[in-house]
């Protein structure tokens, strides 16, 4: 099965809560939801969620990474086919080929390198012991893509898979500023296992988020409509502030490849599929597993729980949420997580706000695997305030809120500022807001 893991890594299990006191920020949202949508609705939902993963799980293990629809750079000008976009809303991801030509972006790897080495000491980067994600987020390597006429027009066709009718949003895209990676050969990395990203706990807790989700929590998750930015844009991602979580909401995360990466040469996985997997994250929660564990799989066989316990297996509030093999079992991790096809130098892996990834903890290549990490973010009031502050900070020095990095960029050696920048790029990185 193409892109199938090959040895599950040493990532974390999340079954056992050891936990000393009761957190009330999660017993309150748990009795929220019970007292709001009631506990016959959710055992309703629990019971046809999992039984509509047994089929898509199925399905990922038998055709693994070729559910990732991968998208020549021609949609670009053309746009997706409704094929293609069929295809995207129900794995969550794409690979856009050659968004950046491939030898521009072996150039502009070529010149992060360097910065990074010219700024040596002054550049934070992490983890600690084997530094490879770089707190670079306005430098003009990562402007230079971030402001490509090209990779603006992948950002804007990836906002307008998303539908809003209130008129209060539009998928101009603007411009989110994160790192860069940067990680050497034979460098393990188990930081990263499967997650999801923007606000773990926010999206029980936030009364705006977890209307997002009103219909996994109304018994009928195959309902869920992942792309409804009407709901979601006014959503608090950040209800609890830490660095993990991005107060802006992405359509999609990204990646723009610098260099060669593939399975095992320090790729990404994901999990592909965005309505199941989100809607059975969030009911978990609310259910006991069997003691027998050969029950395990037996979704009738769970119990319904509405006692004072966590119960929120992988949920912190200050990281993003995260999962496990043994603590959500109906999704066969192990199965379905999935590398995605061979990357090249300018091409671009996205995925949703919603779908479960994780950082490739193999890198036996022979090159640095290295991404810039650009999302696409439509415009919306919460990323408008965020953007324009954004921009602020960045011409004053000071590094974006989000990452509470504090560093001043504008001394780095080699650092430019925004000068040639086009009418649209000046758009999208906040200059008219
Ligand atoms: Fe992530």
């Not at 040469?265 to 929660?285: D, F, H, K």
């Amino acid at each position: 099965m193409p892109g199938k893991i090959h040895q599950w890594p040493l990532w974390p299990e999340y079954s056992v809560d050891t936990r000393s006191s009761v957190d009330k920020d999660f017993i309150d949202a748990k009795k929220a939801i019970i007292s709001e949508y009631g506990p016959e609705k959710l055992k309703q939902g629990w019971i046809r969620i999992c039984k509509q993963l047994e089929s898509i799980t199925d399905d990922i293990s038998r055709r693994g990474n070729e559910i990732i629809p991968v998208c020549t750079s021609n949609v670009i000008e053309n746009g997706f086919s409704t094929e293609e976009e069929q295809r995207i809303k129900k794995a969550g991801c794409v690979v856009i080929r050659e968004v950046i030509e491939k030898e521009e972006a072996r150039k502009i790897y070529t010149d992060v390198h360097n910065y990074i080495s010219d700024n040596k000491g002054t550049i934070s980067a992490w983890p600690a012991e084997t530094p490879s994600m770089y707190e670079i987020y306005d430098s003009p390597m990562q402007n230079s893509i971030r402001s490509n006429p090209r990779h603006l027009k992948a950002q804007r066709l990836l906002n307008k898979l998303w539908h809003d009718k209130s008129g209060e949003t539009s998928p101009d895209p603007l411009i989110y500023y994160d790192g860069v990676r940067d990680r050497p050969p034979k460098q393990v990395f188990l930081g990263l296992g499967p997650h999801i990203d923007a606000g773990s706990l926010s999206r029980w807790a936030a009364p705006t988020y977890r209307k997002v989700y009103e219909a996994i929590f109304s018994g009928n998750p195959e309902n869920h409509d992942a792309w409804n930015l009407e709901l979601r844009k006014d959503a608090v991602q950040d209800l609890f502030k830490a660095p993990s979580h991005s107060s802006v909401f992405r359509a999609f995360q990204g990646w723009t490849a610098l260099t060669p990466s593939k399975a095992r040469e320090g790729s990404i996985m994901l999990y592909p599929n965005v309505q199941a997997t989100i809607s059975y994250m969030l009911l978990r929660p609310f259910f006991q597993p069997p003691k027998d564990k050969s029950d395990i799989m037996d979704a009738s066989k769970w119990t319904f729980d509405d006692s004072d316990s966590y119960s929120f297996p992988g949920t912190e509030k200050d990281l993003s949420q995260c999962l496990s093999r043994t603590s959500h079992p109906h999704l066969r991790l192990e199965e379905c997580m999935v590398h995605v096809p061979d990357i090249q130098p300018g091409d671009t892996v996205w995925w949703h706000s919603d779908l479960c990834h994780a950082v490739d903890p193999e890198h036996e290549g022979v090159e640095n695997a290295s991404v810039a990490f650009i999302a696409a973010v439509p415009t919306t009031q919460i990323a408008k305030k965020y953007i324009k502050q954004q921009l602020a900070d960045a011409l004053s020095g000071r590094q974006p809120s989000d990452t509470q990095g504090t560093v001043n960029e504008t001394h780095l050696k080699g650092y430019k500022g925004h000068e040639g920048f086009s009418e649209e790029a000046r758009q999208a990185f906040g200059y008219y807001l």
